[in-house]
């Protein structure tokens, strides 16, 4: 196992005592190695009750996706040093086996912190201004931060169509994007949920395109942005009079408040599969004239 000798200082959160005593319960001293490198649902209410954590052990499914909220920086604040000491991070289990929620996953020799920074904004991209004097004021007054009203907001102002034209590579010619539409925003599935869905017909055929919003303390979890897209697709394919018609694929996009009245648009190559390692295609940062309330 590698020696890493830099930790982040901390204060542990209920959830590292439990991640902890997990891994102990499946790790070998003598070889270094895990009996089950897959925690389940089960795993998790049974470690929050050995262990007496403050935590609730009524919907272990969310356990993963709480810690990864904050990014790569929440993940370091809140994982346990001795599982990191002996060479463990961890990653997205989710649809790997039934009712896997994450997985403790081997680090690279030397590495000196167990979650690297993920996606970054570029501070350096010029913003496009796009207009907000279409939303009525009454709409306005009752903006409030969270991903629904993100979500409604980038809709009502076009953001999405408005990224595909101005900065995607599918609308440089000779490529071209036809039409982009709002679907839906909300959408539950197994495993999963689509912040906001919107068809997109181009010269390559007709996609869907599965958009994850995050607000300005969260942070895009790659893992979860490709399971929702993959779910998404599925879910319209199965759908019982659907009228989409044939979807070439689904892709993935990813719309995140940066500052005040500012939107990062992060387009993603398509999912064949809910474990497809996402790659950036294409990004925008959109400022959006005059300020809209809950866009902080």
């Not at 000798?5 to 070998?28: C, G, H, L």
């Not at 040093?81 to 680090?107: E, H, T």
């Not at 809709?155 to 408005?162: I, Y």
Request: aromatic content about 8%.
């Amino acid at each position: 196992m590698p020696r890493l000798n830099r930790y982040p200082s901390f204060v542990p959160s209920a959830k590292t005592q439990v991640i902890e005593w997990m891994f102990d319960q499946r790790y070998n001293p003598s070889t270094g190695k895990l009996s089950n490198a897959i925690v389940t649902m089960d795993d998790i209410s049974d470690g929050i009750v050995a262990t007496g954590a403050r935590l609730s052990s009524s919907n272990p499914a969310n356990f993963w996706k709480d810690l990864t909220r904050s990014g790569t920086a929440g993940l370091n604040r809140n994982w346990p040093r001795a599982v990191f000491n002996r060479g463990y991070a961890g990653a997205d289990a989710i649809g790997q086996i039934d009712r896997a929620v994450f997985k403790f996953l081997g680090v690279t020799a030397g590495q000196t912190e167990p979650f690297l920074e993920g996606l970054i904004v570029d501070e350096q991209l010029p913003a496009i201004s796009l207009q907000s004097l279409s939303m009525p004021q009454s709409m306005k007054a009752l903006g409030r931060p969270g991903e629904n009203w993100h979500a409604q907001v980038a809709d009502r102002l076009n953001v999405v169509s408005s990224f595909f034209a101005l900065c995607s590579p599918r609308n440089i010619p000779p490529r071209n994007v036809y039409e982009v539409n709002f679907l839906q925003t909300g959408i539950k599935m197994r495993g999963g949920e689509t912040d906001a869905a919107f068809s997109l017909s181009a010269d390559d055929g007709n996609w869907l395109v599965s958009a994850e919003v995050k607000g300005r303390t969260e942070q895009f979890h790659l893992p979860q942005i490709a399971r929702a897209a993959h779910n998404l697709v599925a879910v319209a394919k199965s759908t019982k009079g659907s009228t989409l018609g044939d979807l070439t694929g689904v892709i993935p996009l990813g719309i995140k408040v940066v500052g005040p009245s500012k939107l990062w648009v992060v387009e993603f190559t398509p999912v064949e599969s809910a474990d497809t390692p996402l790659a950036k295609v294409a990004e925008g940062i959109f400022k959006l004239v005059p300020h809209v309330p809950g866009i902080e």
